[in-house]
Nanobody, 124 residues
Framework: QLQASGGGLVQPGGSLRLSCTAS????????MGWFRQAPGKEREFVAA???????YYADSVKGRFTISRDNNRITVYQQMNSLKPEDAAVYYC????????????????????WGQGTQVTVSS
């Protein structure tokens, strides 16, 4: 089970830090990531980080968001800076147990576990 936190209301240009921690009987996932879904839109990939800490980002957030992980705590973080109104969405963390290899981390179907979502609102 994944538990996400850190969402909230922020002004354009502001920052937020999301956290997502795994609990229960779960091995340290090979990849952990974030997706988001805005009203009326499909869920989209935001960022992912694998076991070796290689990070991958959607073009829309490159240079503004930073994903990191703590394997001891089985926690993934997402630092979001320079937030824009279009970043407003429900953010979902996700995790997958995979064998080492090459994967398309942008595909939601790759992930085994999902958090409940945390709302991010960007508005003045």
């Amino acid at each position: 089970q994944l538990q996400a936190s850190g969402g909230g209301l922020v002004q354009p240009g502001g920052s937020l830090r999301l956290s997502c921690t795994a609990s229960g009987r779960i091995a340290v996932p090979y990849v952990m990531g974030w997706f988001r879904q805005a009203p009326g839109k499909e869920r989209e990939f935001v960022a992912a980080i694998n076991w070796s800490r290689s990070a991958y980002y959607a073009d829309s957030v490159k240079g503004r968001f930073t994903i990191s992980r703590d394997n001891n705590r089985i926690t993934v973080y997402q630092q979001m800076n320079s937030l824009k109104p279009e970043d407003a969405a429900v953010y979902y963390c996700a995790a997958a147990n995979l064998r080492p290899g090459s994967y398309d981390y942008t595909v939601a179907g790759l992930y085994d576990y999902w958090g409940q979502g945390t709302q991010v609102t960007v508005s003045s």
